[in-house]
């Protein structure tokens, strides 16, 4: 009878944080790659608040931070300053686009 799979393993990665780190690498090499890696980011909210007016919604927050701050660890363990760079990345798009939604904005007028 086959072995039957915890839960826990449906994704299973052999552990090895030399491969982490270059598949990490690979991944940061690439805009879209980058792209992914910011709006799982910004899921995780690593660098904001957990708290929440209610409780039950600040300890679902918190995980959710607790895994953007591993996220973020594992991103500048594999490329220093990559963090800095992502967020460059965020602002840059994000002025891009209010860019573009003023000129849609003023095509309309």
Known sequence: MPESI???DFFF???SDEQEIEDLRLVL???AGRRLIRRLLSAGNALGTSMAADGHRTVY???LRAVGIWMATKIETAKPGMLAKLMIESVNDRQAENAKS???EDDGD
């Open 6 to 8: 915890p839960v826990t």
């Open 13 to 15: 990665v052999p552990e």
């Open 29 to 31: 090499k690439h805009p």
């Open 61 to 63: 927050n918190e995980g």
């Open 102 to 104: 003023r000129r849609r």
